[in-house]
């Protein structure tokens, strides 16, 4: 967690040295380029706040004023202590540090997408913004895929390719416009009727996989298919056979979710063929 800060201080280093430095863009181009080669050892006091920070291979263009001082990069690797509060004064902005291998960034990941599972469009929105505050926005396609088939499901599952499509969109068009389609389809999500019942039923299954109900498939659908009967040959493409192991023909899986009418059709559906004889 404390490397990752560190990282975090050494772009606040560099975003301020080629922001407000007085030089071209080109020069700022070539202090973004150099700082790549920066390398450093550091260490931090819990009782201080304070960041010691050991540069090597600093270039001359690094200057930051801190307070009445200056940090100065030259040909020395000398050693600096820098503050959460130091940052502040040279930004004049509110510095967060959402440090992806931490506690609390996981915690904001969880805060996500239970808001969303609980309807709160307003607490979706603001624990996204914190999300893309931290920069890792390949956590968040991933989250926000899986809550669209976890959360979301079979209640409203047009939500999973249109997170695809907003992943997409945001791929394209990268800072700062992509938090446009982000926020859209969050508040989608969190405003969507919400179903379990697909995930339910597959929890339901893998754990009967553990438990050692793996059967043999019944003959007549295995491999060689000696005495299937074909569906489409039959009206409205259906006929009754088995299709689970002897042992668990009774046993059901899918127990669908009347939260909207799309799985109300599904669940009428899923009745009317299990009660076919």
């Known amino acids: 967690?404390?490397?990752?800060?560190?990282v975090i201080l050494i772009s606040i280093f560099v975003m301020i040295s080629s922001v407000n430095a007085t030089c071209d863009d080109n020069e700022r181009n070539r202090l973004k380029s150099l700082s790549k080669d920066i390398t450093y050892e550091t260490s931090y006091s819990i009782s201080t706040k304070t960041f010691t920070i050991k540069f090597y291979n600093v270039f001359p263009g690094l200057i930051i004023g801190i307070n009445d001082g200056t940090i100065k990069g030259g040909d020395n690797n000398d050693s600096y202590s820098v503050t959460i509060d130091n940052i502040k004064d040279i930004n004049n902005k509110p510095v967060y540090f959402d440090d992806?291998?931490?506690?609390?960034?996981?915690?904001?990941l969880s805060a996500l997408q239970k808001s969303i599972r609980g309807s709160d469009a307003d607490a979706s929105v603001y624990y996204l913004g914190r999300l893309i505050h931290s920069g890792d926005f390949e956590s968040i396609y991933r989250r926000l895929s899986v809550i669209a088939y976890e959360d979301i499901g079979l209640a409203n599952p047009s939500m999973g390719p249109k997170v695809s499509a907003a992943i997409s969109a945001c791929e394209r068009l990268g800072m700062p416009e992509l938090i446009i389609p982000l926020s859209s389809i969050v508040i989608e999500l969190a405003l969507s009727p919400k179903s379990n019942s697909a995930y339910l039923a597959i929890d339901k299954v893998m754990k009967d996989i553990e438990n050692g109900c793996a059967y043999s498939v019944p003959k007549h659908i295995n491999s060689t298919a000696f005495g299937y009967k074909y569906p489409h040959d039959y009206k409205d493409g259906f006929v009754v056979q088995q299709y689970l192991p002897d042992e668990l023909v009774n046993r059901k899986y899918y127990v669908p979710k009347t939260t909207s009418k799309y799985e109300l059709l599904?669940?009428?559906?899923?009745?009317?063929r299990k009660n076919a004889k």
């Open 1 to 6: 967690m404390k490397k990752k800060i560190f």
């Open 100 to 108: 992806k291998d931490g506690d609390s960034y996981y915690d904001l």
């Open 266 to 272: 599904l669940k009428e559906m899923y009745e009317k």
